[in-house]
Nanobody
């Protein structure tokens, strides 16, 4: 059974850092494209980062580029999202997702290509 479980959310002041983790079970991370998404209250789910299995390239949304870093630890079957210089607008529920599909690069941050989703972890950034 394919599962992903997020952890590491919490409350932090603006300018601070948090590190999210996504632990996978039932599959090997290096065979799936793994994405991080977030959803703020009243807003649509936003794809913010992914590691595409076809080329191993990490993609970032403009809203987090330069502040967030996604990495993968194949030995632990875990991906992480290091979030620095956090802003109040980063407040959201953060989700990890996995896809076994072949994904064209222009869709790597589109939620519809991901089949397996975690329950999410809350990140709150205070002013």
């Amino acid at each position: 059974q394919v599962q992903v479980v997020e952890s590491g959310g919490g409350l932090v002041q603006a300018g601070g850092s948090l590190r999210l983790s996504c632990e996978a079970s039932g599959f090997s991370l290096d065979e799936y494209t793994i994405g991080w998404f977030r959803q703020a209250p009243g807003k649509e789910r936003e794809g913010i980062s992914c590691i595409r299995t076809e080329d191993g390239v990490t993609y970032y949304a403009n809203s987090v580029k330069g502040r967030f870093t996604m990495s993968r630890d194949n030995a632990k079957n875990t991906v992480s999202l290091q979030m620095n210089n956090l802003r109040p607008e980063d407040t959201a529920v953060y989700y990890c997702a996995a896809s076994a599909r072949l994904i064209a690069y222009e869709y790597v941050l589109a939620s519809f290509v991901y089949d397996y989703w975690g329950q999410g972890t809350q990140v709150t950034v205070s002013p």
